[in-house]
């Protein structure tokens, strides 16, 4: 059966609405992996990151340690990453995660930690004059006013990990990076790109909607701006 001119897949343009129209379905499930090894990579970073910078803001011994072994962790090349964690994980997608979520680390904890120290000492003492506990006051007071910083750092852990996910591929666990991978060695342009154009679409908005969390989360930004 011969192309028609307008045949883009034929073809094999960079443009081709025919290759959207025709693979929904492999790119949502692609688009759906994507999202979910980022999500699950940033909140156990999350998790982990509150901690290790309360431990390096309440006990300064503790903030060399935990700084300095986040910044080598983050600076180890992605395919060493997965290659050291390859015989704890296997090819799977916790390789892909636990990779994610040491390099997450760096960048929150060190957010985290300059929004803590950044909390004036007045305000502790305040607060301590008010009856406030450790506990108490770090929930109700440095934590809250560590946000923005702390939101800052998530937003470009988050950014981070949307294009990190994309080496997955290598493990066959890559979200949009299968496509981009798979496309590119077969130079099926219209994969290549349009899979590329979604990943920088779910950065973007990833990206836009942390903003929107952080504003309606600080208000009192949102004033002293005004």
Request: glycine share 8%; with cysteine.
């Amino acid at each position: 059966m011969t192309a028609t001119p307008d045949d883009c897949l034929a073809h094999n343009d960079w443009i081709c609405g025919d290759y959207v129209s025709t693979r929904r379905e492999i790119l949502w499930d692609a688009v759906l992996q994507h999202l979910q090894l980022t999500l699950i990579a940033v909140a156990l970073a999350l998790l982990l990151a509150v901690p290790l910078a309360v431990a390096a803001r309440r006990w300064r011994w503790a903030a060399g340690p935990v700084l300095g072994v986040t910044t080598v962790l983050y600076t180890i090349p992605s395919l060493a990453m997965f290659s050291l964690l390859l015989p704890a994980y296997g090819l799977s997608a916790s390789l892909v995660i636990a990779g994610l979520v040491l390099y997450s680390l760096t960048l929150l904890v060190r957010n985290i930690l300059a929004g803590l120290r950044a909390v004036p000492q007045e305000t502790r003492q305040a607060a301590r004059g008010m009856g406030y506990g450790p506990i108490r006051l770090l929930l109700a007071v440095e934590l809250p006013l560590a946000l923005p910083a702390a939101m800052a750092g998530l937003r470009i852990a988050t950014v981070s990990a949307v294009s990190l996910v994309t080496i997955g591929a290598i493990v066959g666990y890559g979200g949009l990076g299968n496509l981009i991978y798979a496309g590119m060695n077969t130079y099926f342009k219209a994969q290549v790109l349009t899979a590329s154009l979604l990943c920088v679409v779910i950065a973007v908005a990833a990206d836009l909607l942390l903003l929107l969390v952080q504003r309606f989360a600080t208000p009192w930004t949102r004033r002293g701006q005004a």
